[in-house]
Structures are given as structure tokens and as C-alpha cells.
């Protein structure tokens, strides 16, 4: 098993910044990716961003050159910076994480309002 402890949700006013961690333990060496979702109220949930194993990165067209996936091996923790940050950014966000089953964190709140 892999345990998720997300963290870093909050407030922002539109512009503003948050960065968002993961923390996992368990069976690490058995991930084959970490991946960051987000689920707004009434919709889908959607990927954001997803980092593999050798550190290959994609981001989801609507995030991309204001988010980052990156990740600390050292610290075993995932994170996910949040620039230029938009009102459709709030929602959400949940980690996960794929070692052939998938494992998800509890989420955490991202709102962006004025």
C-alpha cells in the first residue's frame, strides 16, 4: 500500500501563488507515478499534472507555464506549484499515486476569489 498526506490548500486571491505538497509512504519504490488532480463542484475530475518514476513531467494544457509538478526524493514528497493562480483553478486537489493499482490522498482545497 501507499499512504497520501496532502497538504498546502488554502485562499489566494486571482495572480496569487500556493504550493501544494504530498507527502507518501509505504511501497515507494513501487511508483510508477505521482500525479496531481483537481475535482471542481460538479464536474469531472481531471488531471493536472503527473511526474514518472525517471522524472518525466507533463502538465495539463490549462496549467501549463503556471504549474509545476516536481518532486523530492530525499523527503518523499511531491509538489505542486501554483502560479498566476485563477478563479477555474479552485477545486479539489488530490494526489495520487500508481503502482499498477492507484492510490489517492484525501485532497485538499484550493479556493481563488477575490
Known amino acids: 500500500q501507499v499512504q497520501l498526506v496532502e497538504s498546502g490548500g488554502g485562499l489566494v486571491q486571482p495572480g496569487g501563488s500556493l504550493r501544494l505538497s504530498c507527502a507518501y509512504s509505504?511501497?515507494?519504490?513501487?511508483?510508477?507515478?505521482m500525479g496531481w488532480y483537481r475535482q471542481a463542484p460538479g464536474q469531472q475530475r481531471e488531471l493536472v499534472a503527473v511526474i514518472t518514476r525517471s522524472g518525466i513531467t507533463t502538465h495539463a494544457d490549462s496549467v501549463k507555464g503556471r504549474f509545476t509538478i516536481s518532486r523530492d526524493n530525499a523527503k518523499n514528497t511531491v509538489y505542486l506549484q501554483m502560479n498566476s493562480l485563477k478563479p477555474e483553478d479552485t477545486a479539489v486537489y488530490y494526489c495520487n499515486a500508481n503502482v499498477g493499482v492507484e492510490y489517492w490522498g484525501q485532497g485538499t482545497q484550493v479556493t481563488v476569489s477575490s
Open positions: 509505504g511501497r515507494i519504490l513501487s511508483i510508477n507515478a
